[in-house]
């Protein structure tokens, strides 16, 4: 008969799914059997105690593990450059156009529909930076060959 796992591994394996996927792939059953492996060392000799102590080890060392991997994958930089890239698109139309209110007349039957599309605009002018900046910088270095070796 199989051992269902306790919900501790379960909740460890859980918490491995918030690594970067290539670190996941490579490591998480690895670690996650070695949580095994002490968590029931420890209920082989009864101590209950030990378990809660290992889960709580283990889950500060998720904690502290799981930004650096996701630091050494790059992905936040790429995330910080688009959104700094945004704000500072942002930051520079407002600063171009005039402050005060617009005197332009609207018809009232169409403050509905200009609202609509300012709000529309401002929900997809940073998502447009965020493409554009991933297609000027990092598109190029996906499309790089690697340079063949002399013999």
């Known amino acids: 008969m199989t051992e ?5 591994a379960i909740g460890y394996r859980i ?8 670190f996941r792939r490579t490591f998480a ?4 059997a070695d949580f095994d492996d002490t968590c ?43 959104a ?4 500072l698109a942002i930051s520079t139309l407002s600063w171009l156009v005039p402050l005060g209110p617009f005197a332009v007349a609207i018809a009232a039957a169409a403050e ?3 609202l609509l599309l ?4 401002t929900a997809l002018f940073p998502v447009l930076c965020v493409v554009l900046f991933n297609w000027w910088f990092v598109m190029p270095s996906l499309r790089r060959r690697p340079r063949r070796r002399r013999a």
């Open 29 to 32: 059953e690895s670690m996650a």
């Open 112 to 114: 509905d529909d200009l």
């Open 40 to 82: 029931a060392e420890a209920r082989v000799r009864g101590d209950t105690r030990a378990v809660l102590a290992h889960a709580l080890a283990a889950t500060a060392n998720l904690a502290r593990s799981i930004p650096w991997q996701w630091l050494r994958s790059g992905v936040p930089f790429i995330l910080l450059g688009a």
């Open 4 to 8: 269902w796992p306790s919900l501790l």
């Open 84 to 87: 700094v890239c945004a704000g």
């Open 118 to 121: 300012i709000m529309i605009l």
């Open 15 to 22: 918490l491995l799914w918030l690594y970067p996927p290539a």
